[in-house]
C-alpha cells in the first residue's frame, strides 16, 4: 500500500527528498529502495553535519516528532544555512547522476527547479504529522478498496499480506479491476479537490497529481508483496 501514500502526499520529510533523487536516478530496473537508503543516509548525514551532531542523534530528534528548523534553532544554527546545505547537496547528487548517464537533462532540470520548495518543506515539516497523514491517507484508500470489494478492512489486508496484489482479490472476488480503478480515482480526486479548496494544495500541484494519479493507482492495483 505505500504507492497510495506517494499518490496523495506531495512529499516526504528528509527520507523523501532521498527518495526522490534516488528513484529519478534509477536507471531501468534498479531497486529504487535499496537506492533510496542510499540517499537518505547522505542528506542525514548532511544535516548532522550541519547541525554539528551524530547522525543517530539527529535522527533521534526527528523521530521525537521535532522538525529540522526545530533542531537547528534549539543547536543555535540557522535554519536558512541548513536548507542551503541540503540543497546543495541534492545539487550535487543530481549533477552527478547527470554526468554519469544515469539522470536524463530534462528530469534533472525538473529535480533542481523543485528542489528549493521540497527542502524548505522537509526543514519545517515535523515527522510524526507526515506519518499520521500517510497512514490516514492509506487507511481512507484501503477503506474504499475494501467497499468495493465487498469485504472489511482486516479481510482485504490479510489477502494482501499473503502476497495477493488489489486485482488478485477483486478477481477471486468477481468484480471488476476497471471498477475498482475508477473508486480509487474517484476517492483520490476527492481527497485532492478538498485540500486544494481548503488551501493546503496549490492548484497547479494538485493538477499534476491528478495527472499522475492513473499511472500510481494502476501500479497500486496489480501489485502485490512478493
Same mark, same amino acid.
Given at each position: 500500500?505505500?504507492?497510495?501514500?506517494?499518490?496523495?502526499?506531495?512529499?516526504?520529510?528528509?527520507?523523501?527528498?532521498?527518495?526522490?533523487?534516488?528513484?529519478?536516478?534509477?536507471?531501468?530496473? /534498479?531497486?529504487?529502495?535499496?537506492?533510496?537508503?542510499?540517499?537518505? &543516509?547522505?542528506?542525514?548525514?548532511?544535516?548532522?553535519?550541519?547541525?554539528?551532531?551524530?547522525?543517530?542523534?539527529?535522527?533521534?530528534?526527528?523521530?521525537?516528532?521535532?522538525?529540522?528548523?526545530?533542531?537547528?534553532? /534549539?543547536?543555535?544554527?540557522?535554519?536558512?544555512?541548513?536548507?542551503?546545505?541540503?540543497?546543495?547537496?541534492?545539487?550535487?547528487?543530481?549533477?552527478?547522476?547527470?554526468?554519469?548517464?544515469?539522470?536524463? /537533462?530534462?528530469?534533472?532540470?525538473?529535480?533542481?527547479?523543485?528542489?528549493?520548495?521540497?527542502?524548505? &518543506?522537509?526543514?519545517?515539516?515535523?515527522?510524526?504529522?507526515?506519518?499520521?497523514?500517510?497512514?490516514?491517507? &492509506?487507511?481512507?484508500?484501503?477503506?474504499?478498496?475494501?467497499?468495493?470489494?465487498?469485504?472489511?478492512?482486516?479481510?482485504?489486508?490479510?489477502?494482501?499480506? /499473503?502476497?495477493?496484489?488489489?486485482?488478485?482479490?477483486?478477481?477471486?472476488?468477481?468484480?471488476?479491476?476497471?471498477?475498482?480503478?475508477?473508486?480509487?480515482?474517484?476517492?483520490?480526486?476527492?481527497?485532492?479537490?478538498?485540500?486544494?479548496?481548503?488551501?493546503?494544495?496549490?492548484?497547479?500541484?494538485?493538477?499534476?497529481?491528478?495527472?499522475?494519479?492513473?499511472?500510481?493507482?494502476?501500479?497500486?492495483?496489480?501489485?502485490? &508483496?512478493?
Amino acid at each position: 500500500m505505500r504507492r497510495i501514500t506517494s499518490v496523495l502526499l506531495v512529499l516526504g520529510l528528509l527520507v523523501g527528498v532521498g527518495a526522490a533523487v534516488a528513484v529519478a536516478k534509477a536507471p531501468g530496473k /534498479a531497486k529504487p529502495r535499496a537506492a533510496a537508503k542510499v540517499q537518505q &543516509r547522505g542528506l542525514l548525514l548532511v544535516a548532522a553535519a550541519y547541525l554539528d551532531v551524530t547522525p543517530v542523534a539527529l535522527r533521534g530528534e526527528l523521530l521525537a516528532g521535532k522538525s529540522l528548523a526545530q533542531v537547528a534553532t /534549539a543547536k543555535g544554527k540557522s535554519v536558512e544555512g541548513l536548507e542551503s546545505a541540503l540543497l546543495s547537496a541534492i545539487r550535487s547528487r543530481v549533477a552527478a547522476a547527470k554526468t554519469a548517464g544515469k539522470l536524463d /537533462a530534462a528530469r534533472a532540470d525538473r529535480l533542481l527547479q523543485r528542489a528549493p520548495q521540497l527542502v524548505e &518543506r522537509i526543514v519545517n515539516a515535523p515527522p510524526r504529522a507526515r506519518t499520521a497523514r500517510a497512514k490516514a491517507a &492509506r487507511g481512507g484508500l484501503l477503506k474504499i478498496a475494501a467497499t468495493y470489494l465487498g469485504v472489511t478492512n482486516a479481510q482485504l489486508v490479510t489477502e494482501l499480506r /499473503a502476497g495477493k496484489s488489489l486485482a488478485q482479490v477483486a478477481t477471486a472476488k468477481g468484480k471488476s479491476v476497471d471498477g475498482l480503478k475508477q473508486a480509487l480515482l474517484a476517492a483520490l480526486k476527492q481527497k485532492v479537490d478538498a485540500a486544494v479548496a481548503a488551501g493546503r494544495l496549490p492548484a497547479a500541484r494538485a493538477q499534476r497529481l491528478l495527472e499522475r494519479a492513473p499511472a500510481h493507482i494502476e501500479r497500486l492495483v496489480n501489485r502485490s &508483496r512478493r
